[in-house]
């Protein structure tokens, strides 16, 4: 069965930095591109990141660009965000999310508190 499942969210003050890993298992992680979302209290959900399937091609949110970074581990089946200079505008739970072709799969979603 599919499942992605996403760690290392929590809180951190302005400037800080975390890891967001998304582990996936049940179809082939090579085949898709993996993205990154997020959704604030009383908004919609946005694109932060996305990497391609092979070629590991990357493209961001302006809102991120620079301080965002997207990978893949294809020996890990795991798709990374390190995010560095957080910003309280970067509170959101995020979202793992893979694609290929018609098919489309979510992760639960982790929590992401930047606040002092």
């Known amino acids: 069965q599919v499942q992605l499942v996403e760690s290392g969210g929590g809180w951190v003050q302005p400037g800080g930095s975390l890891r967001l890993s998304c582990a996936a298992s049940g179809f082939t992680f090579n085949n898709y591109a993996m993205s990154w979302y997020r959704q604030a209290p009383g908004k919609e959900r946005e694109l932060v990141a996305v990497i391609g399937s092979t070629e590991g091609s990357t493209n961001y949110a302006d809102s991120v660009k620079g301080r965002f970074t997207i990978s893949r581990n294809i020996a890990k089946n795991t798709v990374y965000l390190q995010m560095n200079s957080l910003k309280p505008e970067d509170t959101a739970v995020y979202y793992c999310?893979?694609?290929?072709?018609?098919?489309?799969?979510w992760g639960q979603g982790t929590q992401v508190t930047v606040s002092s």
């Open positions: 999310k893979a694609s290929y072709l018609f098919s489309q799969y």
